[in-house]
């Protein structure tokens, strides 16, 4: 299978401050890693995700950066507002496998 | 529709009970999955469909679990005699083409209570 560990479990950024959110994996295969944004009650929806080939992505004031011989990957939010506040979780695929395996999630409070 | 439709958005029963949750996925997508999230943990994987087979039933945990997608578009997963450990979110999503280098786009789940 697929171990993906997730940390911390819960952030708190002052408003403008920089947030990262660590992940590691256990597979070597795994080669696509998505990230999550799960607002309070609501749907989890893809916000940025990664493909083995690259080591950095970025969108705006999100960016994924992976280390492939060290198996983990993390998630950098700059500027960050209110409305970033919301649960994020990790994600690891592989190209022969059928689901995705989940990190625990992280809580990320932006203080005003 | 616009996005994937799960019904009901909430489902309390009573334990031993029979219950059934639907899925509408986005038109066109071929690639169904379910995950059952408790609180403060991440989705777990129960069940992936490509079209109307189950390609992947590894994550149901016992046979009280059963899912259906007769025509390859909307999906029911079942619960035989739910126990109160069953109790969680169960999230469906689907994708284009079912490559997990493809966005999965997940409805905003069914919240099952046992009692």
């Known amino acids: 299978g697929e171990n993906v560990e997730q940390h911390p479990s819960t952030l708190s950024v002052q408003e403008g401050d920089s947030a990262v959110i660590k992940c590691t994996y256990s597979?070597?295969?795994?080669?696509?890693f998505p990230w999550y944004k799960q607002e309070l009650g609501k749907r989890p929806q893809l916000i940025i995700d990664?493909?083995?080939?690259?080591g950095e992505k970025k969108d705006q004031r999100i960016a994924v950066t992976l280390n492939k011989t060290a198996k983990h990957f993390s998630l950098h939010i700059t500027e960050t507002q209110p409305e970033d506040s919301a649960v994020y979780f990790c994600?690891?695929?592989?190209?022969?496998?059928?689901?995705?395996?989940f990190g625990t999630g992280t809580s990320l409070t932006v203080i005003p | 529709g616009a996005g994937v439709s799960q019904t009901p958005s909430n489902k309390v029963t009573e334990k031993g009970k029979y219950v059934e949750l639907r899925c509408d996925p986005i038109?066109?997508?071929?690639?169904l999955y379910w995950y059952r999230q408790s609180l403060g943990q991440g989705p777990e994987f129960l069940i992936y469909f490509q079209g109307t087979g189950a390609a992947d039933d590894s994550g149901l945990p016992n046979d009280r679990f059963f899912a259906v997608r007769p025509e390859g578009s909307v999906s029911t997963l079942k619960i035989q005699r739910t126990e109160r450990g069953d109790s969680a979110v169960y999230l469906c999503?689907?994708?284009?083409?079912?490559?997990?280098?493809?966005?999965?786009?997940f409805g905003q789940g069914t919240r099952l209570t046992v009692v």
């Open positions: 999503a689907s994708s284009f083409s079912g490559g997990l280098n493809t966005e999965a786009f």
């Open positions: 994600a690891a695929a592989k190209p022969t496998g059928n689901q995705f395996y």
């Open positions: 990664i493909r083995s080939n690259v």
């Open positions: 597979d070597s295969a795994s080669n696509y």
């Open positions: 038109s066109g997508h071929t690639a």
